[in-house]
């Protein structure tokens, strides 16, 4: 099987796959408490098991390669939890404007931006929209919860969808680091079934909220029936996401261009 691993690469075999036009999948995740039984590089993990996962089972389509994971995420409203570290939203632009350019440098030009952490999505759509104009590469970005939807979310017994320490989080950790989690006392650990009702207000507002609205120990959802069966399914279905995504020939095709020869009998501006 190929290497699909940035770091685990020689330079030159990155220049190879950068000649032959290979998606990379850019992780970005956090590093923040994730309730007693998990520990705080919980979506980093994940988020590079995911990604991983998602380069292997495309790259028989096309080349893909997997950079670290940026593990500095925005986690503020984590905070009152301890064991969180969170960057301020400038950091987490400038950061990842910084790792597209020196993707973009070195001749990638479709790069996915893979997130696991709801703290980043608002974020990683503003750095796309911001940089995809100037940065000289196809930028998308994708939740792998998100974009997996019903398709992960079908494995699930107890909640509608991942929420936080939950009993999707819990079950992918029992497959990727057994001996991180504490599954001595699941039963009692339920809280914030409500989800995602902190960050709400009205009937359609938003209000920003800490964590500590909706729980009492951190967690948000129900991790008592998680499974080690349950967090592969899970795994794979992000993972089979963010391949199909990759492998989906509009993901990356050049927008349509719809204007005419301009208007008023004058001509548009080519881009
Ligand atoms: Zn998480």
């Known amino acids: 099987m190929a290497e699909v691993e940035w770091q685990r ?50 790259s028989g389509t096309r080349p893909v390669v997997v950079t670290p994971v940026v ?26 404007g910084d790792l597209v350019a020196a993707l973009v440098r070195q001749g990638f ?9 709801g703290g980043n999505m ?24 998100t974009e997996a939807g019903e398709d992960l979310a079908r494995h699930l017994e107890d909640q ?17 680091e057994p001996g991180l989690v504490d599954s001595s006392d699941l039963a009692s650990l339920t809280q914030g079934m409500e989800g995602g009702r902190f960050l709400a207000a009205g009937k359609a507002s938003y209000r920003w909220r800490p964590f500590a609205a909706i729980t009492a120990n951190g967690v948000a959802g129900n991790p008592t029936r998680s499974t080690v069966q349950k ?8 993972a089979g996401a963010l391949a199909a995504l990759i492998m989906d020939e509009a993901t990356w095709a050049v927008p349509a261009d719809l204007r005419g020869a301009g208007t008023g009998g004058v001509a548009f501006r080519s881009r």
Not at 109 to 117: G, T, Y
């Open 9 to 58: 690469l020689k330079a030159q075999e990155v220049r190879a796959l950068a000649e032959a036009n290979a998606v990379v999948i850019l992780p970005i995740a956090s590093i923040e408490q994730h309730g007693p039984h998990l520990p705080t590089m919980t979506d980093t993990r994940l988020g590079h098991e995911v990604a991983v996962r998602a380069a292997r089972k495309a």
């Open 231 to 238: 967090g592969e399914a899970i795994l794979e279905a992000g």
């Open 122 to 145: 608002i974020a990683m759509q503003q750095i796309c929209d911001e940089l995809s104009a100037s940065c000289g590469a196809t930028l998308v970005g994708a939740t792998y919860v």
């Open 160 to 176: 509608k969808g991942v929420m936080h320490a939950c009993e999707a989080e819990t079950s992918m950790m029992m497959v990727c």
């Open 71 to 96: 593990w500095s995420g925005l986690s503020e409203h984590h905070m009152p939890f301890g064991g969180t570290l969170t960057v301020s939203h400038a950091t987490f632009r400038a950061l990842i």
């Open 109 to 117: 030009r479709d790069i996915l931006i893979s997130n696991s952490h």
